[in-house]
């Protein structure tokens, strides 16, 4: 499907109609970046560095912590899935970035990142973000890798809103969910954590956990680059 019938789907409008009621000339952009750029991997050309350098400007932006070009352009070049944010520049001031996966010829959604400039934080974005996220590429199972306890937190709230379950809690894993993450090609280990995945503390202050789930975030070592691996699953 070209990526322009996507701005048809109903979770496209409502997340356009939500980004209108707080500036009418904001916009979104949903962009099938291996489609449209076939040789992204290899050959970048001076339009995707363009957005690439704007997808690091966004996460600057939003997390105050600068993980380099090289990381945003290995995460931005390999994925399959770019949405963005448009300000009435047509700059990007939002974005979120998924990778499309099939295990065991089911697929799976891998929610990579989704960052928000800090201008459009706490505006009720994220959550109609995430539903057009799944509406584009549906999957019984669903990826995310996060140091941050307020991701878990909107995880479990998407995850009941679309009639899945999550893993960790704090008592279970999800059977199935470590041979999964694995043949994704991902490291997890028996407690759901990915070890050194990442040079370090991506938000210069991950908030601290509820106590609800600190239990979780006693699990993973955010200074040593430590990500708790959560998957929504059917």
């Not at 970048?44 to 350098?53: E, G, N, W």
């Not at 047509?90 to 201008?119: H, T, W």
């Not at 059977?175 to 407690?191: L, M, T």
Request: hydrophobic share 40%.
């Amino acid at each position: 499907m070209n990526s322009s019938k996507y701005i048809e789907f109903s979770e496209a409008t409502l997340l356009l109609n939500h980004l209108k009621t707080i500036n009418p000339e904001y916009g979104i952009e949903i962009i099938l970046p291996q489609q449209r750029w076939p040789n992204l991997k290899l050959n970048q050309t001076t339009d995707v560095m363009k957005m690439i350098h704007q997808h690091r400007e966004v996460y600057l932006n939003a997390s105050t912590n600068d993980l380099g070009m090289i990381y945003h352009t290995e995460a931005s070049g390999y994925a399959d899935l770019w949405i963005h944010i448009l300000d009435e520049n047509k700059n990007i001031i939002g974005l979120s970035i998924n990778k499309l996966f099939e295990v065991n010829q089911n697929p799976l959604n891998y929610f990579q990142a989704c960052m928000l400039s800090r201008d459009i934080q706490n505006l009720g974005i994220y959550p109609l973000l995430q539903d057009l996220r799944i509406a584009i590429f549906p999957a019984n199972h669903i990826l995310c890798r996060t140091q941050n306890p307020i991701v878990y937190k909107k995880y479990q709230e998407f995850c009941y809103k679309h009639g899945m379950s999550i893993s960790p809690t704090l008592d279970k894993i999800y059977p199935q969910s470590i041979d999964i993450v694995k043949a994704a090609g991902f490291n997890i280990d028996d407690q759901s954590v990915s070890r050194n995945a990442i040079n370090g503390e991506v938000l210069k202050e991950t908030p601290i956990p509820d106590q609800e789930i600190a239990s979780l975030w006693e699990r993973i070592n955010i200074a040593n680059g430590d990500l708790l691996v959560i998957i929504c699953y059917k």
